[in-house]
């Protein structure tokens, strides 16, 4: 059972294959640090392989058929590629599903304040972080305003060259010794995860001059007033680009690569079918990182609606239709692994954790301790998984989410499961996860599209 480092099975070419598709992939986890973003960097990729806009169709009480290309945007923070196959949809799905939401830091609805002269942003973190990891770095502004007229404006501020960072400060070690005596979580507290942003007076005003020479600023550069962001969505995230990583150049370090690294791999791996059988299915959802509630979230009944749209645009419309499409179907939920690290080896069972340089990890289930909010695939489907992979000669490994009563985590995993159909989590290992800054090697990012092809081309 022990696996080669699969480096060794390129060839030059295959190597050069490998390093240009991950140039795309930083391309878009540079661009792309928002649910929002994500959704329009995909459908700007899917648009340029001819998929078309469903809702346009729906509208126009157009008929869909075999070969049809189509995207779904929900809300702008969730979106579905179908790719129509020539069996009946009650056949079922081949269905890649990935979450674009990754552990953040957000702005509170009334952020902005000002002590001792200096202009903060009030902040609600978001997801499972490590907050120590997220003071003195250079981070940046992402985000839509909308205001009561229903104008979107939308903000970026950190990413260009020219732009200015914000970032949270922390103590100097000469002053630190209470807090160096804290638990890792209590060291940095929640509510002190706040944003510097300003520190010039605005002249004439004598009561938070520097908030209102803040406010002044966002006034004059995008015409907004501080009541507009109540309906706002404002994310902090590092700012900066994606880079390789180690002087090989064999990995990525960038934000958010959970669970974009899946997303980018499986909607890419749609582009490479060209005649599916089955409907091939891309779903890039929001809310994974707080359990998949609300409207954009897995736990939504929103893909289920759009399969019911769909079904009728094909002049297939039942209830009993949509239930045997959703229960006939088979689904990669494609979600990052954690990665072995040789540092802290302890929170690992060596012989089923995932590597790097090891391929497109399975977990047969995740969960906490004993499978908790777990989803655990049949070893009947894993069966035909293998096939399909040996086929295409891509490299696989299955793995688990740490030692049995270490801790664990959930995917999207359980919440397709409801619906009878065959489901289990595959992904890209991650080396530190959740962090700012996390790292893949490039090797398994091109090994999980790989993988995606085959399991959309055989399943």
């Known amino acids: 059972m022990e696996q080669k480092n699969i480096w060794i099975k390129y060839n030059a070419d295959q190597i050069t294959e490998i390093m240009n598709y991950n140039e795309g992939y930083k391309a878009y986890i540079s661009k792309c640090k928002t649910e929002r973003e994500c959704v329009v960097g995909a459908i700007r990729d899917a648009e340029a392989h001819g998929y078309v806009d469903l809702k346009k169709i729906i509208a126009n009480g157009e008929t869909v058929k075999a ?148 406010l002044k600023w966002l006034n004059d550069q995008y015409g907004l007033e501080e009541e507009d962001f109540i309906s706002a969505e404002i994310e902090v995230v590092p700012a900066g680009k994606a880079r390789d990583y180690g002087i090989d150049r064999s990995m990525v370090m960038g934000y958010g690569q959970d669970d974009r690294v899946c997303a980018y791999t499986s909607y890419t791996a749609m582009f490479e079918i060209e005649k599916p059988d089955r409907t091939n299915v891309c779903l890039l959802v929001d809310k994974e990182e707080v359990g998949s509630q609300s409207a954009t979230g897995m736990g939504s009944l929103f893909f289920e609606n759009v399969v019911a749209e769909l079904m009728n645009c094909m002049g297939e419309y039942s209830e009993l239709h949509v239930r045997r499409a959703l229960q006939n179907s088979v689904m990669f939920s494609s979600d990052v692994s954690a990665a072995f690290d040789p540092i802290y080896p302890n929170v690992n069972e060596k012989k089923n954790a995932a590597y790097l340089n090891k391929g497109i990890s399975f977990n047969k289930f995740t969960g906490v301790r004993g499978k908790s909010g777990s989803s655990d695939a049949n070893p009947e489907f894993i069966a035909k998984i293998r096939a399909a992979l040996e086929k295409h000669q891509v490299s696989y490994q299955m793995t688990e989410l740490g030692k049995v009563d270490e801790g664990g985590g959930g995917t999207i995993a359980k919440c397709m499961a409801i619906y009878n159909m065959e489901v289990i989590d595959s992904g890209v290992p991650v080396l530190s996860m959740h962090s700012p800054w996390e790292i893949v090697s490039k090797a398994d990012v091109y090994e999980a599209k790989q993988g995606y092809v085959a399991f959309l081309k055989e399943l």
């Open 67 to 214: 070969g049809d290309k189509l995207y779904f945007n929900n809300m702008g923070k969730a979106l579905v590629l179908f790719h129509i196959g020539t069996e009946k949809l009650e056949k079922g799905m081949k269905i890649l599903g990935a979450h674009i939401d990754s552990p953040r830091i957000d702005l509170k609805q009334n952020p902005f304040y000002e002590d001792t002269e200096l202009a903060f942003l009030d902040t609600h973190y978001y997801g499972g972080i490590k907050k120590y990891q997220w003071v003195t770095l250079p981070l940046a502004l992402h985000g839509v305003v909308v205001k009561k007229d229903g104008t979107i404006v939308n903000l970026v501020i950190g990413e260009a060259e020219e732009d200015p960072v914000v970032g949270i400060t922390d103590l100097l070690p000469h002053l630190a010794a209470s807090q160096m005596d804290k638990k890792a979580s209590k060291v940095i507290e929640g509510e002190d995860l706040n944003i510097l942003v300003g520190s010039i007076p605005l002249d004439g005003e004598e009561k938070d001059a520097v908030k209102a020479n803040l």
